[in-house]
């Protein structure tokens, strides 16, 4: 036996060495011939730009959360209402200081007592089947999106500007034609308040409001917006391809009226969830715009295409109030007092997110002194390791021994990093206080607090406008969806409702006064919300291209972006 | 034979039936819902519950989901990618997954063979302990951790292939997913390989095989690989079931839109029409991969044909 | 070959043989037979297994992570959970094999660090990776052994009964294990992710829930082939009853089967683990498991591989010596296989 083993295993070496051989070889020519299909495919693909402008110029951002809808009424995620206003435009657009200006309207009129809005739609406006933009669209799209059958998430957005009826039309309790808005002639819109708003024309830039053609749409039954064949659009960008968990392309539309001449001719969102190979991919040069996360902030912030942008997300935990032992107000001081905002925002996260300094994240709005929220306000919250052990000594003699508190988050990473120093934290500067954590994806952390099967709970919140109210109408104790702790507090209600709704909602100064001090007793006197930080965004953005535009409230803008 | 097949597909087909009800079940008692995003109101919700009819009792749901079934509609996606058929949105994933599940099944196969063969000729010797080695690291380290190696080192490194996943380069970009992903089976192979050839080759029928005077090649082949094989084919099916769980943190590293990605992003997201339909593919491919090696048992091995056939 | 056959079959006297070349050999020897000391079965067991080079080393190497698992957490000065947030990502330093030294730069005097030296560097927390890691390798061996022990009591008396009784019983039985193993263990496991709280147990309790079905399966083959053989026939003709067959008769004699299939699962249930921490249903932090640091340190895989390093080692060496040890252990109990 021993004799043959010998020769045969040379043969079986030689054999596996040729295997290996093969199995190269087989990969070397598949490249070959894919590379074949792809300069194929390239030409038949890009063949109109190419014939423009010589070298088709493609822009790739890379998204770690995929495209859920098309559909702007249904829609609820950031990249869902990047990507449609790439394609759809709004009455208003956003400029890069997040300033309102028109985009579809030419003009507009508001009334002296600020409840009209008259939109006059440029006469240029066009859906990409050719057919023009009429003040119908945005009537059929409103009334869509009012519409209590469509239970669309963002309904709600119509109260907050206050549309006549808009309430009583949502909640079912009149038809859709009620709501107050109305086609004046085919490129007059005008809409109705009840209360005046100011941060209305901002809004038009929001996905929600924007224009849908009826005719259409009813064209295409249960198909709308499911694919691209399936949609006619009225922005600078045209959706030329989707593929599902993949990419989705947009290519310029040639006929938009207020066509960008410098904007990318495609620009290709790509879904990756693993931020390494997308940045491996950025790093050799096939993706543009990517998203940093955990240590690779520390480890690409010296690369020339490292940037740091401040969201308008606000991760704070509403302690909840249902639960006996949270009630007393010693021991949330303590909470209060335990958290070291600045070492979560600078040394765990690193990624240009900042300490909370309230509930009102900076840069969000402008009062009427024109400045900003978080200036008048002050900052409210406060690090203070004496205090903390002071006040939970004080609840622990009230509560008749040491406390556990068991504290929820999702299971993102930042999320993890946070948790995990918040249990440390509050451990070190609670002597005696025990802190678990309950790690759960998000939907089921979202449920829970929902329905206040929690203790702590870090959450979020993103502004919906450029306004306190965004935050404020959260806390109200007849908000039942939102007030996950349920918090309860007449005085507060009171500030709250009489800013928004009653008696100084007319008047801007007194307003603002009002939504400060709300602030103030739910953070600094109750101290039933603890507010952590407000969320950054490390990204590295290639450093040839330009015109990306972040809005802390509202939708990131990519309409503009181009590459040198 | 084609009596016991018959039987066979029968009670697979039954067992898939309580699988997709005991699915049903286990989402039904699950925590959260598809719609419980932070700014929808309860009313809203119950408005949408009462659109895709999740507000009727268990039982007209499940019947539902089932009569639809069988005429291929599988409902629609609520979060992953709204109201768009869950047949059109799983089919392209479970191909491309199917796809590259293959290819890494086929060169784990070739390759543990080869070195099976090669450790058990040469048992005791270095290219025994190397062989062990490569096999031992196969099944030790993630295959997510060599995802990200090969994605590194080969894919940025060396740039000899593409990184990312993309539709317009798919055999190109195949290539790293498909190594990482055979990792597994390769050692698995190269394992139960090795120990059923040094079985074989140490048998009675294989030293009178010798005594006969058969070339070496020859014999190798013709008897002993045979007879290796056989137990091999048994473990086919626990090793594909090991592909598909790790095709799914694969697809994640290098962006693949499989149907192991769609599965994962559809529980996080209480995406119930998705779930149920994902992993109703992952049951059905399991017990069809199930059935197959039964059968190819049976066709391999005479006397499982014998024995099966007189019962 | 056909030459020296044709010759045994010659006439052996003649050829220049005479009487004188042979004599008589042992005469007045008393020949006794040689009485061998009887052996136990353990004991050859012990002596197949001692002799097996690689299932020793196994053995060994399993006892020093054990070892290590236990003591690692108290020598190293370090708490598994205590954050120092300026000691971030530092990497391995122990005086005279690793520097401190990452992409060349000493990154202990970068961040001013010079106090302590972290034997494998510490985590994106400023963690001590040396005692999570073997805090993590006690939490994940505990949730191996436990799981793989409850599967075997599930899985051995669930193969027995079903394998014993055959007929109906088997019937709905093998089509109740073949259903719950249709469904994916990943599917499984999220859901029960989302139920249960958070915790090793719960863990246990995933690990456990599909980990029996190969249990039974082995066990149930084992009894079919030896329910038919006499002494069972014997032990019921003597009139016992059914339960005392099972676990009297013939439990003991597939034990050692079921001991093997116990050694090749742990690993494996080590592994599912890992799996589950990376799809985010893992152990809660701040505890570690092999698995959550593999799938914590993979996240800087690109920009700190040792944090992911010293955990995919150790996992790897136990993988490898449980194989080794278990490989060791089946030729030991099973003389057949012995000549491997």
């Not at chain 2, 270095?126 to 060599?146: A, M, N, Q």
Request: proline fraction near 4%; charge should be negative.
């Amino acid at each position: 036996m021993i004799n043959f083993k010998k020769p045969l295993s040379l043969a079986l070496a030689a054999m596996l060495l040729v295997g290996c051989g093969t199995s190269t070889d087989a990969g070397a020519p598949a490249e070959g011939t894919d590379a074949g299909t792809t300069d194929a495919a390239a030409p038949a693909d890009a063949g109109t730009e190419a014939a423009a402008t010589g070298a088709p110029e493609e822009v790739v951002v890379a998204f770690d959360a995929d495209l859920s809808t098309m559909d702007h009424h249904i829609a609820t995620d950031g990249n869902s209402f990047i990507m449609q206003s790439m394609c759809y435009s709004g009455l208003m657009s956003l400029t890069a200081n997040g300033q309102p200006t028109e985009e579809l309207a030419e003009s507009v009129d508001v009334s002296d007592d600020g409840l009209v809005y008259t939109f006059h739609i440029a006469p240029d406006a066009k859906w990409s089947n050719g057919t023009d933009v009429t003040a119908n669209d945005f009537v059929f799209a409103w009334q869509r999106l009012a519409d209590p059958d469509l239970a669309s998430e963002y309904a709600f957005i119509l109260e907050t500007i206050h549309v006549v009826n808009s309430s009583e039309v949502v909640a079912g309790e009149k038809p859709v034609e009620e709501l107050g808005i109305k086609a004046v002639d085919d490129k007059t819109f005008e809409v109705t308040l009840s209360l005046p708003c100011d941060f209305l024309l901002g809004l038009m830039a929001f996905p929600s409001f924007f224009p849908l053609n009826k005719e259409f749409f009813e064209s295409q039954g249960d198909q709308f917006a499911l694919g691209v064949d399936n949609m006619i659009y009225c922005g600078p960008y045209n959706m030329t391809d989707w593929k599902q968990g993949e990419s989705y392309t947009f290519t310029k539309n040639p006929d938009y009226f207020k066509n960008d001449p410098d904007a990318a001719e495609t620009v290709v969102f790509k879904f990756q969830q693993d931020t390494q190979t997308a940045v491996l991919d950025y790093q050799s040069g096939n993706i543009d715009v990517v998203k940093l996360q955990g240590e690779q902030v520390d480890m690409y912030k010296e690369d020339p295409g490292f940037t740091n942008r401040l969201q308008g997300y606000l991760w704070y935990i509403p302690v909840n109030l249902t639960v006996d032992k949270l009630q007393n107000l010693n021991l949330r001081k303590a909470l209060h007092y335990a958290i070291d905002r600045e070492t979560i925002a600078a040394n765990v996260l690193k990624d240009g997110s900042i300490a909370a300094e309230g509930e009102i994240p900076v840069e969000l709005a402008t009062g009427p002194d024109g400045k900003d929220f978080r200036e008048t306000a002050g900052k409210i919250t406060e690090y203070d390791p004496a205090k903390a052990e002071e006040f939970y000594k004080a609840a622990v003699e009230e509560l008749g021994g040491d406390v556990t508190l068991d504290l929820l988050y999702e299971d993102s990473e930042a999320s993890s990093a946070v948790a995990v120093n918040l249990q440390q934290q509050l451990q070190t500067n609670c002597p005696g206080l025990t802190v678990t954590l309950n790690q759960k994806p998000k939907k089921t952390r979202l449920e829970l607090m929902k329905t206040q099967q929690y203790e702590l709970g870090l959450t979020r919140w993103g502004p919906d406008y450029a306004d306190p109210q965004t935050y404020m109408d959260l806390f109200l104790s007849t908000n039942v969806s939102n007030n996950q702790g349920r918090y309860n507090s007449a005085v507060y209600d009171e500030l709250v409702l009489k800013a928004t709704q009653g008696e100084d909602a007319t008047d801007s100064a007194k307003r603002w006064a009002d939504l400060v001090e709300a602030e103030r007793v739910m953070v600094a006197e109750d101290f039933a919300v603890i507010p952590i930080y407000q969320n950054g965004g490390a990204m590295l953005i290639s450093t040839d291209i330009k015109n990306v535009n972040f809005h802390s409230a509202g939708v990131d803008d990519y309409r503009h972006i181009y590459a040198n | 034979m084609s009596k016991y097949i018959t039987k066979r597909v029968l009670v697979s087909l039954g067992t898939l039936i309580v699988i997709l009800f005991v699915l049903f079940l286990m989402l039904d008692k699950m925590p959260g819902s598809p719609f419980n995003d932070e700014k929808l109101t309860e009313a809203q919700k119950a408005l949408l519950y009462a659109k895709y009819g999740l507000d009727q009792p268990f039982f007209v749901r499940f019947a539902k989901y089932f009569i639809a079934m069988i005429k291929g509609d599988l409902g629609v996606s609520y979060v992953i990618s709204k109201n768009k058929a869950v047949a059109d949105l799983v089919a392209a994933p479970l191909w491309l997954s199917i796809r590259i599940g293959a290819r890494a099944m086929l060169l784990g196969t070739v390759l543990g063979l080869l070195l099976g063969i090669a450790a058990a000729l040469n048992h005791n010797t270095w290219i025994d302990t190397l062989c062990s080695f490569v096999s031992i690291i196969g099944v030790s380290v993630p295959s997510y951790v060599f995802a990200l190696l090969l994605a590194y080192y080969i894919g940025f490194v060396l740039k000899l292939t593409p990184i990312l996943f993309s539709s317009k380069n798919v055999a190109a970009s195949m290539i790293l997913p498909t190594i990482a992903l055979s990792m597994f089976p390769t050692a698995n192979i190269s394992r139960f390989t090795r120990s059923e050839m040094i079985d074989v080759l140490n048998s009675e029928y294989i030293l009178l095989v010798e005594a006969k005077g058969v070339r070496q090649g020859g014999l190798i082949f013709r008897h002993a690989l045979r007879n290796t094989l056989i137990p091999i084919i048994t473990i086919m099916g626990p090793i594909l079931v090991n592909l598909l769980t790790g095709s799914m943190v694969v697809e994640k590293v290098f962006g693949i839109p499989g149907i192991g990605m769609l599965m994962v992003q559809a529980i996080q997201n209480n995406d119930y029409n998705v779930v149920i339909a994902c992993a109703f593919v992952y049951s059905a491919m399991y017990i069809a991969m199930m059935l197959i090696v039964d059968i190819l048992y049976g066709v391999i091995d005479p006397r499982i044909r014998v024995a099966k056939g007189s019962a | 070959m056909s030459e020296i056959i044709k010759n045994t079959h010659e006439p052996v006297l003649g050829d220049g043989y005479s009487k004188e070349d042979f004599v008589f050999v042992q005469q007045g020897e008393r020949l006794n037979d040689k009485a061998y000391k009887a052996t136990s079965y353990w004991r050859d067991v012990w002596s197949h297994f001692s002799k097996n080079r690689g299932a020793l080393v196994g053995f060994v190497i399993i006892l020093i992570i054990i070892i290590f698992a236990i003591i690692g957490p108290m020598i190293s000065g370090h708490s598994y959970d205590t954050i120092i947030i300026e000691h971030q990502s530092l990497p391995p330093k122990i005086p005279g094999i690793f520097g401190g030294v990452e992409r060349g730069i000493d990154v202990y005097a970068q961040k001013g660090v010079t106090d302590v030296n972290y034997w494998f560097g510490t985590d994106y927390n400023g963690r001590d990776l040396f005692t999570r890691v073997w805090q993590g390798t006690r939490i994940s061996l505990l949730v191996a052994f436990v799981a793989v022990i409850i599967d075997i009591a599930i899985g051995m008396s669930y193969g027995l009964i079903s394998g014993y009784f055959g007929g109906k019983v088997d019937m709905v039985m093998q089509r109740f294990a073949e259903i719950l193993n249709g469904i994916p263990t990943l599917v499984i496991v999220t859901l029960l992710g989302l139920v249960l709280p958070s915790g090793i147990w719960s863990i246990i309790f995933a690990l456990m829930i599909t980990g029996w079905i190969g249990m039974a399966r082995i066990s149930r083959a084992e009894v079919l082939k030896l329910k038919e053989s006499e002494y069972i026939l014997a032990s019921k003709t003597l009139g016992a009853k059914d339960f005392a067959i099972i676990f009297k008769d013939i439990l003991p004699n597939i034990f050692g089967q079921l001991v093997i299939m116990a050694m090749f699962s742990i690993p494996n249930a080590i592994f599912t683990e890992a799996f589950l921490s990376f799809v985010g249903l893992g152990i809660q932090p701040p505890q570690a498991s092999l698995g959550s640091l593999i799938s914590d340190g993979y996240k800087s895989l690109t920009i700190h591989p040792y944090q992911i390093a010293t955990p995919v080692i150790v996992l790897a060496l136990l993988m490898l010596s449980f194989n080794l040890f278990a490989d060791g252990l089946r030729d030991a109990f099973d003389p057949s296989m012995k000549q491997m």
